[in-house]
């Protein structure tokens, strides 16, 4: 089970899609050794020092939070159904409402098209709120994902971190 990091007032929460069974069995968010996260965290400025999955709630110190979109556990995120997303939405909703971070970055594309119910969107930020939160979609850092390169990825997140920091 993979429990979420988060705290009220954070200046961001990034939500993945749902755990990894890596991540789910360690305890430990973006754990999977191909998970290119904590790496492209660091890199684009979130943090001063890459951060290891099993330190992950020190995220807390830099105003950031994790959670997913989905609790349940697969080897891939494409495993999960419409309607897992449909009976997730109503517990997401309240929490981000009740801990209201500035920003809300959704890791890949699959839970905010789900969640929205939008056939396209564009990578960054998006015109909608969420429960009064900005809301940012990053490209997933998923070792699966390899159409982005690391310098890809930092790049896209650099970009929420200087208009968080701005």
Not at 53 to 78: K, M, P, Q
Not at 90 to 112: D, M, N, R, S, V
């Amino acid at each position: 089970m993979l429990t979420d990091i988060i705290k009220p007032n954070l200046d961001v929460i990034f939500c993945g899609i749902n755990p990894g069974l890596k991540s789910s069995n360690d305890g430990h968010h973006f754990s999977g050794r191909s998970n290119r996260f904590w790496k492209v965290l660091h890199q684009s400025g979130f943090t001063p020092y890459e951060i290891e999955a099993v330190n992950d709630t020190v995220i807390l110190n830099f105003g950031c939070g994790l959670t997913t979109a989905v609790a349940r556990a697969t080897s891939r995120a494409d495993e999960l159904s419409k309607d897992e997303f449909d009976d997730a939405l109503e517990t997401f909703t309240t929490k981000i409402a009740e801990f209201h971070p500035q920003y809300l970055a959704f890791l890949g594309k699959a839970a905010y098209k789900a969640f929205f119910k939008k056939k396209e969107i564009p990578w960054g930020q998006q015109p909608e709120e969420f429960c009064g939160v900005k809301v940012w979609v990053l490209p997933n850092t998923s070792g699966l994902n390899r159409g982005f390169s690391l310098d890809d990825l930092v790049g896209y997140y650099k970009e929420l971190y200087q208009t968080i920091h701005q």
